[in-house]
C-alpha cells in the first residue's frame, strides 16, 4: 500500500491497524517517525511507539521531545523502560533524565543495566551545559602498540555500540590521551602498521568543565567532527560528536535571541509553552525597560520651558529617539555576533571603539546632511532649527553606536551575557542621552 502523506498513516492508526502501519514506517528514517509520533494524540502515540521495532525503539526515542518521552515512559512496562534505556547512547539517555521528574528519573534509573546506571549516573554529575553534559562514552578506544591488523578487529568488535566509528582514540595504560587516527589513515596504512606510528599526536580536545559554548567554536574552527574530552588528569572519559553540537548551536543561538528580544529564555518549543510561562518570562524585562524609560520622561519634563517656548521641537524627537535606537541595535548586533563566532573578544576593545567610531561618523555625517537639507526644504529660513536637528543627529548617531558597540564587550568583561545588552537596552540608554544632547544644543544655538 502506497501512503501519500502523514494522513493517510493517521488514518490507519486511527482505524487501529498496526500492522500496516509498521509496515510503512519502516520505510521511513527515525526522526520522521518520531515526529509523526509527536503528531499523534498521547494514547495513539504510545500505540504507535510500541508497535516500532526493538532495535529501532531506542533510536526514535531519543529524537522525541521530552514531553512525549515522560508520557511513553508512563504507560510502558518497566522492562519496556529498561531496554529502551540500555540502548540509547549514554549522552541522549542523560539528557532524557535531566527532563524528568525526580520520581521518574529512579524507575527508569532502576530498570537499567548497573553498567548503563554507574555511567549514566557520572553523566548527571557534570555541570550543565559544560562538556561533560553533552559528551558521550560510546568511542573507538585504541592502543598505540596495536597493529592495523588488531585495530580492525578491535573496531568490527565495538562499532555496533559505539556513537562514532570514523575517528578511533588512542589511549594508555591508565586512559590517557595520546592521539587520534581515523579509519581513513588505518585503510592507507599496511596491516603491519604500528598506530603509535601513524596516529596524530597534535590532539584538540576539551576539558569537562568547559562550556558547551567553547566547544561548539573548536568545532567550527577545526572542521571537527568529533572531539575528545578529558578530566583533569588528562585522562580521556568521552567524545562529543557533531550532531550534539548541532543542537547545542540551535539551543545557544535560540537563548541568545530570546534574550536580545528582552526575554528570559526558555528551552519549550512555543506551541508548546503555556501563556503563563510565556508571559512570566516576558514581564520581568518589559518593566524594568518601562521603568527605566521613565527616565526619558524626567528628561522631557527638565526642558518643559524649552519646549513651551518653540514646540516644534517636540516633532523632531522620534526621529532622534527612532535613528538613535536602530543606529545602537546595528552595532551591537553585530559586535554579539561576533562575540558568537569567537571573532571578538574583550582584548578588542580598542579595535571596535576605534572603528565604531570611524563608521558612526561616517554614517552620522551622512544622515545628519540629508536631514539638514530636508528641513530648510520644509521650513525654509529656519536654518539655526535646522543646524541644532542635525547636530543632535550627529552626535545621536556618533553616541548610538559607540555605545552599541562597546556594551557588549563591557557585559562580557563584567561575566554577563553580551546577549542581554541589545536593542532593547541599547534603545533605552540611547534615548535618554540623545535627548539630553538635544537639549543641550538647542538651549546654545536657539533659545536665548
Known amino acids: 500500500m502506497l501512503i501519500e502523506s502523514s494522513n493517510d498513516l493517521e488514518r490507519l492508526v486511527e482505524a487501529k491497524d498496526f500492522k500496516t502501519v509498521k509496515q510503512e514506517l519502516s520505510a521511513l528514517r527515525d526522526a520522521d517517525i518520531a515526529a509523526f509520533i509527536e503528531d499523534l494524540s498521547r494514547r495513539y502515540a504510545v500505540m504507535v511507539f510500541r508497535s516500532l521495532p526493538k532495535d529501532r525503539a531506542a533510536e526514535i526515542f531519543a529524537y522525541l521531545s521530552s514531553e512525549m518521552q515522560e508520557h511513553i515512559v ?145 568545532f567550527a574552527k577545526y572542521d571537527l567532527l568529533s572531539l575528545p574530552i578529558v578530566d583533569h588528569e588528562n585522562r580521556l572519559v568521552g567524545i562529543v560528536t557533531v550532531d550534539d553540537i548541532v543542537e547545542v548551536i540551535h539551543q545557544e543561538a535560540t537563548e541568545d535571541f530570546q534574550k536580545m528580544a528582552a526575554m528570559a529564555p526558555s528551552e519549550k518549543p512555543y506551541l508548546k509553552t503555556s501563556v503563563f510561562s510565556l508571559a512570566k518570562h516576558r514581564i520581568t524585562w518589559l518593566m524594568i525597560l518601562m521603568i527605566s524609560a521613565m527616565l526619558t520622561g524626567g528628561i522631557l519634563g527638565k526642558y518643559e520651558a524649552a519646549i513651551l517656548s518653540l514646540p516644534l521641537l517636540v516633532t523632531f524627537i522620534p526621529m532622534l529617539t527612532d535613528t538613535g535606537g536602530n543606529a545602537g541595535s546595528q552595532s551591537s548586533t553585530l559586535i554579539i555576533r561576533g562575540m558568537a563566532l569567537g571573532e571578538i573578544t574583550t582584548r578588542d576593545f580598542g579595535r571596535v571603539l576605534l572603528k565604531e567610531l570611524s563608521v558612526s561618523m561616517l554614517v552620522g555625517f551622512a544622515l545628519a546632511l540629508v536631514n539638514f537639507l530636508r528641513l530648510l526644504w520644509m521650513y525654509p529660513g529656519e536654518y539655526m532649527t535646522a543646524l541644532s536637528v542635525s547636530l543632535a543627529l550627529y552626535a545621536t548617531v556618533l553616541l548610538a553606536k559607540t555605545v552599541g558597540g562597546i556594551l557588549p564587550l563591557v557585559a562580557k568583561a563584567l561575566k554577563t551575557d553580551p546577549a542581554i545588552m541589545a536593542a532593547p537596552v541599547i534603545t533605552t540608554i540611547v534615548d535618554a542621552l540623545s535627548l539630553i544632547i538635544y537639549f543641550k544644543i538647542v538651549e546654545v544655538l536657539l533659545l536665548p
Open 74 to 218: 508512563g504507560a510502558i512496562t518497566d522492562q519496556e523502560v529498561g531496554s529502551i534505556i540500555d540502548q540509547l547512547f549514554v549522552d541522549d539517555a542523560a539528557d532524557f533524565l535531566e527532563e524528568l521528574p525526580a520520581s521518574v528519573v529512579k524507575r527508569v534509573l532502576q530498570n537499567a543495566s548497573s553498567e548503563t546506571r554507574e555511567l549514566i549516573n557520572q553523566f548527571l554529575k557534570y555541570p550543565p551545559y559544560s562538556a561533560g553534559s553533552i559528551m558521550t562514552a560510546e568511542f573507538v578506544d585504541l592502543k598505540k602498540t596495536m597493529s592495523v591488523s588488531q585495530a580492525f578487529t578491535r573496531i568490527r568488535r565495538t562499532a555496533l555500540d559505539r556513537e562514532t566509528v570514523y575517528t578511533c582514540y588512542v589511549m594508555d595504560a591508565n586512559r590517557r590521551l595520546e592521539g587520534v587516527v581515523t579509519v581513513k589513515n588505518l585503510f592507507l596504512a599496511s596491516e603491519d602498521a604500528i598506530i603509535g606510528d601513524i596516529m596524530e599526536k597534535n590532539v584538540i580536545y576539551a576539558h569537562t568543565t568547559d562550556d558547551q559554548e567553547v566547544v561548539a567554536q573548536l
